[in-house]
Each structure stands twice: as structure tokens, then as C-alpha cells.
């Protein structure tokens, strides 16, 4: 595609003004900070669950072995080995409060309740033409503080104690690592070189203006969001890539719902977002590396060794698996071939962990870098992505929700910072890309038609905010907005999408059944 030279000025121009903005905040961040000092306390005390609002609810892990702290009133889980044997005559309630008192049994009822309306709001979101993940969303919010613990602080407590909170998240961050791993097995690299020119300006058209916005937003929200000790730089960018998300798989599954997988716009839409998974990833573990980091030294060095396993991993690991022989004589996947893509897995996800970025990123690059051929990467998929979406997920959903506390907003200050980053998450997203998708060449329709794709951020953003919230760059409170903001842009690309193009899902029953997980497949992830 020949571009106009508007199109290569504009890039130009963008680039420019993420560079300036980035240098601005880190020219300007100690006068931000002391502004912020002078202005009072730089941060909100965290809003702890089981914190003062709340003292039944305590959805927080509990305090390292090696830490004193003083006992929970909560009852501590004291094995896994279940319920034991009870007298005759004991009631059914008592045989059942006895039972959750023990560890195993516990996360049996937390998981039961989880997937269960996991899948009942996966199926509703469905039914009013939304993608399931909507649904998986909200029902991970209901079972937080929010509302479950809300309307009924005492069963919530029980199916929820703090001290049992830790295998539940340790699930929850497996069934990440493996989706993020198939996702890297969904990036074509392939057709991202046959799209590159288009998908670049447009992807990184997308990411750079809600980046600047998010930049702007966190000048404001720094002296009254900000958690203690945090400096203005991590969280300024921090904030500026979290704004700046595309969820990849939603994307998909709204395309391939839609029929549109195989149109201009759906294979423009499916390389601008893999574009942006894979930037938007790269520049978080820059800012991670920020974040952990005591001094612009350590951060640069952080960010070097990141880069070098990076580059090995495309250029050294990637070449070397296209040539293993991980099929056999029938054309099925070695088991021994898939061992090693399980121990890839965890490896790369060590290496990334142990050079001071996340875990994540390394199951990332493990996904892009497995052998190519169709059957291998179809059989990995088949095995981990079923799995991982309808089990592992709906527990990470679910974690998140115990993390997310829409009743600690206080009034109608915090819903007009959550207007506030709504508004500029959608004008960024949508905006950047339309404007960007139209200078290339395409219709005004189409270009609306991709930004409101390129602005549903789903699971990928909820990723994000985790990771945040985890090394202490978020609030509990900014969180929470956060997650409200994803929760609305996902819900609204659907009905912007049908709005804009006339059309309806085809596929009613989801990416799960049916044909439209395998349109997804013949439009994505053959690894050439």
C-alpha cells in the first residue's frame, strides 16, 4: 500500500510527541513531586479490604511466614487433608461450616461458585450480543466486596477468608500465564510484515495519544491517587500505557462473530492489534523497570537485559524451534515437543521475573517464539486455551474482583475522575485510531469502525491494572476506576461496532462452540 506523505509526517509527528512527552516527565518529575509534598500527603492511604470501611471483608493475602503479625480473627486454614470425622447427630450447617474450615475443601466451594457464575454471566453477556468477557468481568466484581460482601458480609467472609486467598491467586496467575501464552502463539509475524506499514502508524497512532492523555490525567491525579513512595515518573507512564490497551482476543472473537475476519477491515483491525499487544508489552516492562528500580542506572540495566532476552528469544530461540522435529510420522505433535513447550513456558517466565520486569512477559515471548507449524500450535492451543479461558480465568476474574472495591468511592469527586478517564481512554483510543486509519487511505466508516475495535481492552487491561496494583504503581482506589473503565469500553465496542457498520453478531453462542473459533484460527496464530 502506498501511503501519503501526510500519513509519514503525521507518524513522524507522533513519534516526536511520545518521545517529548516522556522526557518532559522525567525532566519534571521531582518538581511534580514536591508540588505534590507541598500540597499535603502525596497519596491516599490505601484502601485495604477489611480496612476500616470494612472490617469483615478482607480479601488480602495474608502476611509472609517470616513477617510477626498479629493473628486474624478469622479462623486459620490449618491443612489440606479435609473435614475429620465428626460425631453422629452433628447437623448438615455444622457438617458444611466444618468442612470450609479446611483449606482443600474451601477452595473446592470458592472454585464451584466462581466458575459457575463465571459461565452463567458469560452466557447472559452473550445473549445481549456482548462478548462472554464482559460477562466473566462483572461476575468477578460480584463476588468482591462490592457487592457479594456487600449485601452478605458474612457468607462472603466464609467463602473468602483472607488466609485462603493465596492458592486462589496463585490459580489465577497460572491461567494468565498460559492465556498470554497462547496469545503469543496467536501474533502472525508473518502477516504483520505483509501489514506492517498500515499497522504500525495505526497501532502506535493508538497508543500515543491516549499515552499523552493518560500522561495529562496522572499530572492531575498524582498528589490525590498516587500510593505513598511511588514517584510521578512510573506513574505517570504507568498510567499513560494502561490508558493505551487493546484487548487482542476480544478483538478476535468480535470479528469472527461478525464475519469479518476476512475483510480489509478485520485483517487491518487483527494486525494493528497484535501491534499494539506487542508494543503496549514491551513499553510495560520498561516502566516495570522503572518502577523496581532505585535509580535511572539500575532501570537502564533492567531495561538492557529485557531487551536482550527479547531479541534472543525472536532471533535465537524462534529460529531454532522452526527447525525441531516436534511432529511425528502421522503429522501429530511429539509428546516429548510438547513437554518442552510446558517447560518454556515456565522458564522464560522465570527469566523475565528474574531480570526485574514481570513473569508475564516472558510467557508472552515463550508463545511467540514456539515452532510454527499449524498442527503443533493448534494442539497447544486446543490443550491450554480451554482450560485456561473457562477455568483458570474466571478465578483470576474473580481474584481481581476481591481487589476491586466500588464501595470505597467516595461520592461524586471519585465518579467524576471515572468520567474523566473514560472519556479520555475512549477520545485517545477511538480518536487516535480513526484518525490515523483515515489518513492511510480508509473510508470514515471503516476508520470509526476500527478505533471502536482498537478500544475494547477486556482481560489484556485487567492484566495490566494487576500488575500495577502489585508493585504498588496503583491505589486500590485508581484501581478500582480503572477496572470500571475497562469494564465500560469493552461493553461499548459491540454496540458502537453495530452502530457504525449495521451489522449483528453471527454467531451467537460464543468463540467457544461453533465456527467461530475457527475462523479465528484461519485468520490468526499459523506462526510463519
Known amino acids: 500500500m502506498r501511503f501519503p506523505s501526510r500519513s509519514i509526517l503525521l507518524y513522524a509527528l507522533s513519534l516526536l510527541a511520545f518521545v517529548g512527552a516522556i522526557a518532559w516527565v522525567l525532566a519534571y518529575a521531582d518538581a511534580i513531586e514536591a508540588r505534590a509534598r507541598r500540597s499535603g500527603s502525596p497519596a491516599e492511604e490505601r484502601l485495604a479490604p477489611g480496612g476500616p470501611a470494612s472490617p469483615a471483608l478482607a480479601p488480602v493475602p495474608a502476611p509472609p511466614a517470616s513477617v510477626s503479625s498479629t493473628p486474624s480473627p478469622a479462623p486459620p486454614i490449618p491443612s489440606a487433608s479435609g473435614p475429620q470425622p465428626r460425631a453422629p447427630g452433628v447437623g448438615l450447617l455444622a457438617n458444611i461450616r466444618d468442612a470450609?474450615?479446611?483449606?482443600?475443601?474451601l477452595l473446592l466451594a470458592q472454585l464451584s461458585v466462581v466458575v459457575g457464575l463465571a459461565g452463567a454471566c458469560g452466557l447472559l453477556a452473550r445473549r445481549l450480543g456482548q462478548p462472554a468477557v464482559v460477562g466473566e468481568m462483572a461476575a468477578g466484581i460480584a463476588l468482591g466486596p462490592s457487592l457479594l460482601g456487600h449485601l452478605f458480609p458474612g457468607f462472603s467472609q466464609a467463602l473468602f477468608p483472607a488466609a485462603s486467598l493465596g492458592p486462589l491467586n496463585l490459580l489465577s496467575q497460572v491461567g494468565v500465564l498460559l492465556f498470554l501464552f497462547t496469545?503469543?502463539?496467536?501474533?502472525?509475524?508473518?502477516?504483520?510484515?505483509?501489514?506492517?506499514?498500515?499497522?504500525?502508524f495505526v497501532s502506535h497512532s493508538g497508543i500515543v495519544a491516549p499515552f499523552l492523555f493518560g500522561l495529562g490525567v496522572a499530572l492531575y491525579l498524582y498528589s490525590g491517587f498516587a500510593p505513598p513512595q511511588i514517584h510521578f515518573p512510573a506513574f505517570a507512564l504507568f498510567l499513560g500505557i494502561a490508558m493505551s490497551i487493546t484487548a487482542f482476543p476480544v478483538l478476535?472473537?468480535?470479528?469472527?462473530?461478525?464475519?469479518?475476519?476476512?475483510?480489509?477491515?478485520g485483517q487491518t483491525a487483527m494486525a494493528s492489534a497484535a501491534v499494539d499487544d506487542v508494543t503496549a508489552w514491551i513499553l510495560l516492562a520498561l516502566v516495570i523497570a522503572v518502577a523496581k528500580s532505585a535509580s535511572p542506572f539500575t532501570a537502564a540495566a533492567v531495561a538492557a537485559a529485557a531487551a536482550l532476552f527479547t531479541l534472543a528469544m525472536l532471533f535465537l530461540v524462534r529460529p531454532a524451534a522452526r527447525r525441531l522435529p516436534v511432529l511425528d510420522r502421522e503429522g501429530r505433535p511429539k509428546r516429548g515437543a510438547v513437554l518442552a513447550a510446558l517447560i518454556a513456558i515456565f522458564l522464560s517466565s522465570l527469566g523475565t521475573e528474574a531480570i526485574g520486569i514481570h513473569?508475564?512477559?516472558?510467557?508472552?515471548?515463550?508463545g511467540v517464539a514456539m515452532p510454527p507449524q499449524p498442527a503443533f500450535r493448534t494442539f497447544l492451543r486446543e490443550r491450554l486455551e480451554y482450560p485456561a479461558s473457562l477455568f483458570l480465568l474466571p478465578v483470576f476474574f474473580a481474584s481481581t474482583g476481591l481487589r476491586t472495591r466500588v464501595d470505597g468511592l467516595s461520592g461524586a469527586a471519585d465518579w467524576g475522575v471515572f468520567a474523566l478517564l473514560l472519556t479520555l481512554a475512549v477520545a485517545g483510543k477511538l480518536g487516535g485510531v480513526s484518525l490515523a486509519a483515515r489518513a492511510t487511505g480508509s473510508a470514515w466508516r471503516d476508520a470509526f469502525a476500527l478505533g471502536a475495535l482498537m478500544n475494547t481492552r477486556g482481560l489484556m487491561e485487567l492484566i495490566v491494572l494487576n500488575v500495577g496494583l502489585d508493585l504498588g504503581i496503583l491505589s486500590p482506589r485508581l484501581f478500582t476506576l480503572m477496572v470500571l473503565v475497562a469494564l465500560a469500553t469493552t461493553a461499548m465496542t459491540g454496540p458502537l461496532l453495530g452502530r457504525i457498520l449495521g451489522t449483528r453478531a453471527e454467531n451467537p453462542r460464543g468463540p467457544y462452540q461453533g465456527q467461530g473459533v475457527e475462523k479465528v484460527r484461519a485468520g490468526v496464530g499459523s506462526g510463519s
Open 359 to 366: 513473569a508475564l512477559f516472558g510467557a508472552f515471548l515463550a
Open 100 to 105: 470450609l474450615s479446611h483449606s482443600f475443601p
Open 183 to 200: 496469545m503469543g502463539m496467536e501474533i502472525d509475524l508473518g502477516s504483520l510484515r505483509r501489514h506492517a506499514r498500515q499497522a504500525l
Open 252 to 265: 478476535a472473537r468480535i470479528l469472527s462473530e461478525r464475519n469479518l475476519l476476512s475483510t480489509p477491515l
